[in-house]
């Protein structure tokens, strides 16, 4: 059967606007489409592909757990989610874990739980849950009402209550907010989909202050810097504050579908047999690759990798940027890298993709002024060389039409 783009708009639900190209085979960071063009990856799977594309030993979990077991459902548990939930309790502050499908799945969890916590600890009037101006914790209907981009959340009638948001880095607006009625803050320790937008260090700080103060719960959604993403395993252990409650998705499977909420035992106590499930979580096959990508990403030598490499973009774009002046910034952390437009290409991120993608160079946005990179963890210096000079070759073509 022959299909193409033009198949999507037959039999495909309208609510995303792919490519024209069809991938059908990846390698590291090379990606080859229907008619065998190679193109450079430098969007990882939207922050997923940690490893790149069929990374040999991810490959080989996949097949051993797939001729032994593929799913069984919560009734019964299994040994690679067992292993998997080991090794995350044995890598991070956390005691106990769930698993989820997805970055949302796990956000959701962590959000039900939260008002669980309160309510069982303290009372109905405990409520509020405050999370942050152009943040995105995924699209079930609570989390992206936690989310703050009205552009995800609006349209579709009424939404769950008590969630207040205020701007991130703001501490006299969220001191505002604050109080004994707040149940949860919950925040991403870098705003992914919001442009790339680091936290400063004291706003963390006194949030997690705040919160003690409060008996608020803080949530970190790690689902786009989790797994080696900023050249930490996770992000909270580069900023010296530890969340309640964190939730891990994207690169956790390095491409196969899995989310998880980590939190302490005292917290996940309230999450008692029958309060809340997924028929899929914990899944074996999802357990099994992520397992080999967790044992992969955490060690020293691929989190210095991360940190070499993003030396490597920074450098090499600061070139760029130098002969044609198209960003006031380069901002991000690791490999999740975003290039600011400045005053002169304002709202043009989506053309900088499109001159890529043309250049046979994927990459991201986050926002209309933000290009985006969040490739694979390992990607080799000659691909991130060949990329960057695709991207100058699209940046020269954009400039040169202004
Ligand atoms: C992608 C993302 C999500 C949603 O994950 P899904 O797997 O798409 O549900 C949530 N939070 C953050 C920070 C993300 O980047």
């Known amino acids: 059967m022959k299909v193409t783009r033009a198949t999507f708009d037959e039999v495909m639900?309208?609510?995303?606007?792919?490519?024209?190209?069809?991938?059908?085979?990846?390698?590291?960071?090379?990606?080859w489409d229907q008619d065998g063009a190679e193109y450079i990856d430098f969007a990882g799977g939207i922050a997923v592909n940690v490893l790149g594309h069929c990374h040999p030993e991810?490959?080989?979990a996949l097949n051993e757990q797939g001729s032994k077991l593929w799913h069984l459902s919560n009734v019964f548990t299994n040994e690679p989610a067992l292993r998997l939930a080991s090794k995350l309790t044995e890598a991070t502050f956390a005691e106990r874990v769930y698993f989820a499908n997805s970055g949302a799945e796990a956000n959701e969890a962590a959000l039900k739980l939260a008002r669980r916590y309160a309510l069982e600890n303290f009372g109905e009037h405990k409520s509020q849950i405050i999370a942050f101006n152009k943040g995105f914790h995924g699209r079930t209907f609570f989390t992206v009402t936690v989310?703050?981009?009205?552009?995800?959340?609006?349209?579709?009638?009424?939404?769950?209550?008590?969630?207040?948001?205020?701007?991130?880095n703001d501490l006299a607006a969220f001191e505002a907010l604050i109080s004994d009625n707040t149940c949860a803050v919950m925040m991403e320790p870098l705003q992914g989909e919001g442009g790339i937008i680091s936290p400063e260090p004291e706003f963390v700080a006194r949030v997690r202050e705040l919160c003690n103060q409060h008996n608020a719960l803080l949530i970190f959604d790690e689902v786009q810097t989790g797994v080696g993403r900023t050249g930490h395993l996770y992000a909270y252990m580069g900023l010296e504050v530890t969340p309640d409650i964190l939730t891990s998705a994207k690169a956790l499977g390095g491409g196969f579908p899995i989310g998880a909420m980590l939190t302490t035992a005292k917290i996940a106590e309230h999450l008692k047999p029958g309060t809340h499930g997924s028929t899929y979580g914990g899944n074996p096959l999802a357990c099994?690759?992520?397992?080999?990508?967790?044992?992969?990403?955490?060690?020293p030598e691929v989190l210095e990798g991360v940190v070499k490499k993003e030396q490597m973009f920074r450098d090499y774009l600061a070139e760029i940027n130098n002969k044609y002046k198209v960003f006031s910034e380069i901002r991000g952390k690791g490999l999740l890298l975003g290039c600011v437009l400045n005053d002169d290409y304002q709202g043009r991120a989506r053309d900088f993709l499109v001159a890529s993608a043309d250049e046979h160079l994927m990459c991201l946005v986050?926002?209309?002024?933000?290009?985006?990179?969040?490739?694979?963890?390992?990607?080799?210096?000659?691909?991130?060389?060949?990329?960057?000079?695709?991207?100058?070759?699209?940046?020269?073509?954009?400039?040169?039409?202004?």
């Open 13 to 31: 639900v309208p609510n995303y606007n792919p490519a024209g190209m069809i991938p059908v085979k990846g390698e590291g960071s090379r990606v």
């Open 58 to 60: 991810l490959v080989n």
């Open 147 to 168: 989310g703050g981009q009205a552009a995800y959340s609006d349209g579709f009638g009424p939404k769950p209550g008590a969630v207040d948001h205020c701007d991130y």
């Open 288 to 299: 099994a690759v992520a397992e080999r990508a967790l044992d992969i990403v955490n060690n």
């Open 366 to 402: 986050a926002g209309t002024n933000v290009v985006r990179f969040a490739p694979s963890l390992i990607i080799p210096e000659e691909d991130i060389k060949e990329g960057l000079v695709r991207f100058e070759r699209a940046i020269a073509s954009i400039v040169n039409q202004k």
